[in-house]
């Protein structure tokens, strides 16, 4: 294991000695020789809400300077922070990309992401239903609109194409 992932630990964060490969939980993974650490490195966890209006139109949010695939669209999303519930996260996140409070419901969707090889997540969208607030985009979104399934504009990402074909069954190309 001499290739590292990028953000991988180097050194042990305990004692500071340089890590080493060890072999847990039948994986190899990098550990410390002298304290006996050894480094999980577990993915993020990202809320995404697929909100719908009366005309069966889907929100979108346009990524701004400094987020990931700035310019492409996705679906209201972010990072649940430690401690958060993932419910609570997702309508957090709503609320500061697009200025509307949500109703969030089930989950319908859970993916694996891998476009940004710094930060693995895990997503998990959710059904939702605006409730209040009026819509403005904030946060790292510079625009918010609703699309047609079948006429949408560039993605930022393939697990967003992959929802729209898997929930909505539309083909879309993500940037």
Same mark, same amino acid.
């Given at each position: /294991?001499?290739?590292?992932?990028?953000?991988?630990?180097?050194? #042990?964060?305990? #004692?500071?000695?340089?890590?080493?490969?060890?072999?847990?939980?039948?994986?190899?993974? /990098?550990? #410390?020789?002298?304290?006996?650490? %050894?480094?999980?490195?577990?993915?993020?966890?990202?809320?995404? =809400?697929?909100?719908?209006?009366?005309?069966?139109?889907?929100?979108?949010?346009?990524?701004?300077?400094?987020?990931?695939?700035?310019? /492409?669209?996705?679906?209201?999303?972010?990072?649940?922070?430690?401690?958060?519930?993932?419910?609570?996260?997702?309508?957090?996140?709503?609320?500061?990309?697009?200025?509307?409070?949500?109703?969030?419901?089930?989950? %319908?969707?859970?993916?694996?992401?891998?476009?940004?090889?710094?930060?693995?997540? =895990?997503?998990?969208?959710?059904?939702?239903?605006?409730?209040?607030?009026?819509?403005?985009?904030?946060?790292?979104? =510079?625009?918010?609109?609703?699309?047609?399934?079948?006429?949408?504009?560039?993605?930022?990402?393939?697990?967003?194409?992959?929802?729209?074909?898997?929930?909505?069954?539309?083909?879309?190309?993500?940037?």
């Amino acid at each position: /294991m001499s290739d590292f992932w990028p953000g991988e630990y180097r050194y #042990c964060p305990m #004692c500071s000695a340089v890590l080493e490969p060890v072999r847990r939980a039948g994986r190899e993974r /990098m550990g #410390c020789p002298d304290c006996g650490f %050894v480094h999980f490195r577990d993915p993020g966890i990202g809320a995404a =809400v697929i909100l719908e209006d009366e005309a069966g139109r889907v929100l979108l949010v346009r990524r701004g300077q400094g987020a990931t695939r700035a310019g /492409m669209w996705c679906i209201p999303c972010g990072y649940v922070d430690y401690g958060e519930e993932v419910r609570e996260a997702a309508a957090r996140e709503v609320l500061e990309e697009t200025g509307l409070v949500v109703e969030v419901g089930e989950p %319908v969707f859970v993916r694996s992401n891998f476009h940004d090889p710094e930060k693995l997540t =895990v997503g998990v969208w959710f059904e939702g239903r605006v409730v209040g607030g009026r819509l403005a985009p904030g946060d790292d979104a =510079v625009a918010a609109d609703w699309f047609p399934p079948d006429s949408l504009p560039t993605l930022a990402f393939d697990t967003d194409a992959e929802l729209f074909r898997v929930r909505f069954g539309v083909e879309v190309t993500p940037g």
